[in-house]
């Protein structure tokens, strides 16, 4: 029952805390105490580090930790053609009081083109130093739109927003293709907004901003669907399911049920990382969707504190998962990253990585070798 091909029984999301030393070295560089090749030859370094950790205790898709950017989503987005990052007050507020730096994001002129990202150099360079599955992580296209709606994309830019749901559709889809073609066979899209929308508060500020939030996982699965519309046959994409994940404090609550048939059975990917370590996520009755031939990933161990879980509760968790899908459909990974932004969660470094060997041996102990 183990996997050869992604998602890996044993799995994980993709971000990594960041060491001392980068996070010493982006200092330096923001203080203009060194270049940007002198802060890039650090982060090779840093990331060949965990590339090697990763291989360590047993991973079979590696990342780069998301160890260049500062931020999961607006690093990628913001060097799309027609988007910018810009200073601003975010809406969508973390609990707890404290929140990622106020950057939101903003379409400035008409999306659609594509004229190569930075982050295929990234992916090239952990292809060329991993001698397992290199594994590519962007946000989904609904990055761009949920936090601010309207604010977000002006009507003086797009006045219709179905051509800006098609228009950005085609830039996924052609940024996609730049990845695939760089060799990448496993990308995944981080997706927070499909959970967002199972959240009545969250819901409510969208109603409150005047749009609809009955139409937008309808309207985002068309962009997801069109951006794997011209990939390999060999190529998988996976979808994060995440109700956020800063310094070890979240966003949303709410179960899958809202977005369940949809999210399984209308977006074309081939498996879900969906987020379940905590009551907050609801039960596992929304699998009851997953159709034939799609992996669910339960994220059982979580990245928000260095405790171990118990291996025995892990394990009668996915039996309880496996009375509404397949144990044949399931895998095993922490329920998001370990370091969404630069900044990183409240867990030590060996923690960190404790967590993911435990991922690794269960899933060895539940599916085999």
């Given at each position: 029952?183990?996997?050869?091909?992604?998602?890996?029984?044993?799995?994980?999301?993709?971000?990594?805390?960041?060491?001392?030393?980068?996070?010493?070295?982006?200092?330096?560089?923001?203080?203009?105490?060194?270049?940007?090749?002198?802060?890039?030859?650090?982060?090779?370094?840093?990331?060949?580090?965990?590339?090697?950790?990763?291989?360590?205790?047993?991973?079979?898709?590696?990342?780069?930790?998301?160890?260049?950017?500062?931020?999961?989503?607006?690093?990628?987005?913001?060097?799309?053609?027609?988007?910018?990052?810009?200073?601003?007050?975010?809406?969508?507020?973390?609990?707890?009081?404290?929140?990622?730096?106020?950057?939101?994001?903003?379409?400035?002129?008409?999306?659609?083109?594509?004229?190569?990202?930075?982050?295929?150099?990234?992916?090239?360079?952990?292809?060329?130093?991993?001698?397992?599955?290199?594994?590519?992580?962007?946000?989904?296209?609904?990055?761009?739109?949920?936090?601010?709606?309207?604010?977000?994309?002006?009507?003086?830019?797009?006045?219709?927003?179905?051509?800006?749901?098609?228009?950005?559709?085609?830039?996924?889809?052609?940024?996609?293709?730049?990845?695939?073609?760089?060799?990448?066979?496993?990308?995944?899209?981080?997706?927070?907004?499909?959970?967002?929308?199972?959240?009545?508060?969250?819901?409510?500020?969208?109603?409150?901003?005047?749009?609809?939030?009955?139409?937008?996982?309808?309207?985002?699965?068309?962009?997801?669907?069109?951006?794997?519309?011209?990939?390999?046959?060999?190529?998988?994409?996976?979808?994060?399911?995440?109700?956020?994940?800063?310094?070890?404090?979240?966003?949303?609550?709410?179960?899958?049920?809202?977005?369940?048939?949809?999210?399984?059975?209308?977006?074309?990917?081939?498996?879900?990382?969906?987020?379940?370590?905590?009551?907050?996520?609801?039960?596992?009755?929304?699998?009851?969707f997953v159709p034939k031939g799609k992996q669910v990933?339960?994220?059982?161990?979580?990245?928000?504190?260095?405790?171990?879980?118990?291996?025995?509760?892990?394990?009668?968790?996915?039996?309880?998962?496996?009375?509404?899908?397949?144990?044949?459909?399931?895998?095993?990974?922490?329920?998001?990253?370990?370091?969404?932004?630069?900044?990183?969660?409240?867990?030590?470094?060996?923690?960190?990585?404790?967590?993911?060997?435990?991922?690794?041996?269960?899933?060895?102990?539940?599916?085999?070798?």
């Amino acid at each position: 029952m183990q996997r050869t091909k992604p998602p890996f029984r044993a799995d994980q999301v993709g971000s990594l805390l960041r060491s001392s030393a980068l996070k010493d070295a982006r200092a330096k560089r923001a203080a203009g105490e060194i270049s940007a090749e002198q802060l890039k030859a650090i982060e090779d370094r840093e990331i060949e580090a965990l590339i090697k950790k990763q291989e360590a205790v047993g991973l079979k898709s590696i990342t780069d930790g998301e160890n260049r950017r500062k931020s999961w989503q607006t690093d990628f987005v913001a060097a799309l053609p027609g988007i910018a990052a810009v200073p601003g007050q975010r809406k969508v507020a973390f609990q707890g009081g404290v929140q990622p730096q106020q950057l939101l994001i903003r379409v400035q002129d008409k999306v659609g083109g594509f004229d190569g990202h930075p982050m295929i150099e990234h992916f090239k360079f952990l292809a060329a130093h991993t001698k397992q599955t290199p594994k590519m992580t962007i946000p989904s296209p609904s990055a761009v739109h949920f936090r601010d709606g309207r604010d977000a994309v002006p009507v003086s830019v797009y006045p219709d927003i179905e051509d800006f749901y098609r228009d950005l559709g085609q830039t996924y889809r052609k940024a996609v293709r730049a990845f695939a073609d760089a060799g990448c066979r496993y990308l995944q899209l981080d997706e927070v907004n499909f959970t967002y929308l199972c959240d009545p508060t969250l819901v409510q500020q969208v109603r409150d901003r005047g749009e609809d939030p009955d139409t937008l996982p309808a309207a985002y699965a068309r962009m997801i669907n069109a951006a794997m519309s011209d990939i390999p046959s060999d190529m998988a994409i996976t979808m994060h399911l995440c109700r956020g994940n800063f310094r070890s404090t979240f966003i949303a609550s709410g179960g899958y049920e809202p977005v369940a048939e949809l999210l399984f059975n209308t977006i074309n990917v081939h498996g879900y990382f969906m987020e379940y370590d905590s009551e907050r996520a609801g039960g596992f009755e929304p699998l009851r969707f997953v159709p034939k031939g799609k992996q669910v990933v339960l994220g059982l161990v979580t990245s928000k504190t260095g405790q171990l879980e118990s291996r025995d509760t892990i394990k009668r968790r996915i039996e309880q998962a496996s009375k509404f899908v397949p144990l044949d459909q399931i895998c095993l990974s922490p329920q998001c990253g370990f370091a969404s932004s630069e900044e990183g969660n409240i867990i030590a470094e060996d923690e960190q990585w404790a967590k993911l060997r435990m991922v690794v041996e269960l899933a060895e102990e539940i599916w085999g070798r």
